[in-house]
């Protein structure tokens, strides 16, 4: 298996103050760690708009797949428009913290992102500890939070 040496691309001005200001609105409404993971985000769109295009004359048949996959994950798509209609926030949006925090098991969408560095999300049973995880429409509902067992003090015998 090949791996890929990079999953994004920087953006080409360094210091562009529309495009930081942006950037960093993203990074707190969804929570994120840095930059590169709206980079990373924005090279996964930019990875579906080129398959789209490239598919364009194909017969129906070979796009459906690329419908289906899309819808599975949850971004509505029926044609090749509604795919170059896609940005960095509809797939955002589908990312386990943000899931977990638009379902009230967390606060913020920092604390969500928390909960599942630290496995404390299970998805249909299994800890899931990667915030970057697409959450399947089908796995939508089967997300819950780990419950915590209550700690028993331990009582020494005392011999009588």
């Not at 993203?26 to 990875?47: C, T």
């Not at 500890?129 to 700690?151: A, F, G, M, N």
């Amino acid at each position: 298996m090949i791996r890929k040496s990079k999953l994004y691309v920087r953006p080409k001005k360094a210091y562009e103050k529309a495009r930081i200001l942006e950037e960093n609105k993203i990074l707190e409404r969804y929570g994120l760690k840095n930059k590169k993971e709206v980079w990373k985000s924005q090279a996964k769109v930019d990875y579906f708009r080129r398959r789209a295009k490239a598919l364009a004359r194909s017969p129906i048949e070979e796009q459906k797949v690329l419908f289906d996959k899309l819808n599975a994950i949850g971004l509505n798509t029926n044609n090749i428009t509604d795919i170059l209609a896609l940005n960095v926030e509809s797939l955002l949006n589908r990312r386990l913290p943000t899931i977990v925090s638009k379902k009230g098991f967390a606060k913020t969408p920092q604390q969500a992102r928390q909960l599942v560095v630290h496995k404390k999300v299970l998805v249909d049973g299994k800890a899931v500890d990667s915030p970057s995880y697409l959450v399947k429409v089908s796995e939508e509902s089967l997300i819950t939070i780990k419950q915590s067992k209550p700690k028993v003090a331990k009582v020494e015998a005392v011999g009588e």
